[in-house]
């Protein structure tokens, strides 16, 4: 189904399209998404959506967000600190989405999906920052194959001994 025809309130955003409008962190998601606010005080990482969400960083409060990542639904307000490198794309759907994402996704849900490693291709990427003060920031990845085939090194296969 085509996301302009279906009726659901939604934002995607690529990964090229991340890059080339300079999305470096989670919290800058919020200024590119309508409806969407992030609080991230550190440690835990807050999504709103229309308003509702979650407020407090505890485990008894449940959230209204629900948050993918890589398809793995993560705790709430936790464990989405990790780099922000590497995305494939985002969605984040607006409006309660229990049939797609749960029954705590009241007011939305954040898909974020990473680029698939290429297993038989050689890749890498760097990116570095500058800032005042002498503030920097550097990340990158390196893909080596393994192998042109399951078996290992070089696509040998293993002999078992007879």
């Known amino acids: 189904m085509n996301l302009q025809t279906a009726p659901i309130a939604a934002t995607v955003i690529s990964g090229p399209t991340l890059q080339n409008i300079g999305l470096n962190s989670l919290d800058d998601l919020q ?4 409806s969407l606010t992030i609080a991230d005080d550190g440690g835990t990482v807050l999504f709103n959506i229309r308003g509702v969400g979650k407020d407090l960083t505890n485990v ?14 993560s705790f709430p307000g936790f464990f989405q ?15 309660p989405q229990g049939t797609f ?11 974020i999906t990473t680029n698939d490693p290429h297993v038989n291709a050689f890749s890498a990427d760097a990116e570095l920052q500058y800032g005042n003060y002498d503030d920097w920031l550097g990340r990158g990845y390196v893909n080596i194959p393994l192998g042109d085939t399951p078996g290992g090194p070089g696509g040998r296969q293993r002999r078992e001994p007879r």
């Open 101 to 111: 994402a749960g029954q705590n996704a009241d007011a939305g849900a954040v898909f």
């Open 31 to 34: 200024f590119h998404t309508p």
């Open 60 to 73: 008894q409060t449940p959230s209204g967000v629900v948050t993918y990542s890589d398809g793995v639904a």
């Open 81 to 95: 600190v990790a780099p922000y490198y590497d995305i494939s794309n985002i969605e984040v759907l607006r409006g």
